[in-house]
């Protein structure tokens, strides 16, 4: 069964007003997210994988050791990281919830510093990537960065937010300032509801 | 890799100025960023600190323009003022107090430093980018030379198989995420090939390919480099490019590598 680009939960324009254009969301979601679904059908199509969960195969073809990663797995992992992508933002403004800010404090010793770091992360991500807070398997938080499709389930890390460094998301509303994107990203588009939803 | 007159003439100042020309004398042998720093930190009380760049970022060899309608003139611009501007800053903060050596120098063991690797491979690819270019009225009347061209046939058959296969190389499916497409010649000489490399990775760095390779000819497939006017229509660029190829200039980076075994200088 082929997988399917969600749509996205608001309008294209909905981020406008906070940073992120709606050319920007017409091209990243209706043409690059809409191609690592297409590519990954394609490629998925008569394998072992055909048939399995995004999860199961993000899991099954990701290899530590190689330096690329294989066509599969770039693009099924594409496609999750921008399926949580766009769920991970929201317009209008969100209060960041109790429990969230504790599990920050406990782990990074301030909000502050949770974003420090994120920040940090991303823009210290050399060529394309992401910079995650993630939840490790002992309940701690901590933020990585990956290179190109890899992400959270590659090593067994639950995904709580996650900003998309590739180029492509931040090129037509910032340019090459990434470090903008980023503090626009963290102040005025997480959806915090969403992100404490997500740790369980 | 120019002192300026301004510096040039302290460094002559402090000189005649010191009351240690013993210590001078011991310099003869230092290199020119360690007379440079002496000087500056002599002149330090007299004027304001002189920075020791030793890299540059090159001109472009024709307008932002010039390359339309193939690679846009605000890719151009940004591409050469923001992103290899930067790549220039870097390298300097990276060597800075460190010998002063060609760009080219660095590439060899560059996975050994992440920030010569990431920004010195930065400088070196887009500066050896730019002088591959020209303006399709000009580019449109070079091709490769007989020797040349006899390497791409020997290598892939014919010209137009190179073609494909080099954009082949160059699809997100080769390359995914941020890169560039080399064509190389191998150490020896005798023989072309089509290399991808990740991020700013070029042929030259040891590690890369299983020999060091010498290129003549690259393409920087980073969506910086495209996104303005093609968004994720990377094949397009690809194929546009070659509208702005110069093989004046990739026929005398050939006939170099293959006399010299060594890569070209930027």
Known sequence: MAFELPDLPYAHDALAAKGMSAETLEYHHDLHHKAYVDNGNKLIAGTEWDGKTLEEIISGTYDASSVAQNGIFNNISQLWNHNQFWEMMGPGTSAMPGELEKALVESFGSVDEFKSQFSAAGAGQFGSGWAWLVKNADGS??????????????FNQTALLGCDVWEHSYYIDFRNKRPAYLSNFLDNLVNWENVASRLG | MKLSATISTLLIASASAWSTPMSMKADVGSNRRDLLKKGAAFAAGIAAPIAANAYELPDLPYPFDALEPYIDAPTMKIHHDKHHATYVTNINKATEGKDEVPILDLMADALEATPVRNSGGGHYNHAFFWEELAPHDKASKTKPSADLAAMIDKSFGSFDEMKAKFEAQAAPGAVFGSGWVWLAVNQKGDALQIIGTPNQDNPLMKGVCDEIMLPVLGLDVWEHAYYLKYQNRRPEYVSNWWSVVNWDKVNSNF????????????
Do not use: F, M, R, W
């Open chain 1, 141 to 154: 938080l901590a933020v990585i960065k990956t290179e190109n499709g890899v992400n959270p389930l590659c």
């Open chain 2, 255 to 266: 006939d170099y590598v293959v006399a010299n075994h060594v890569g070209v200088s930027v």
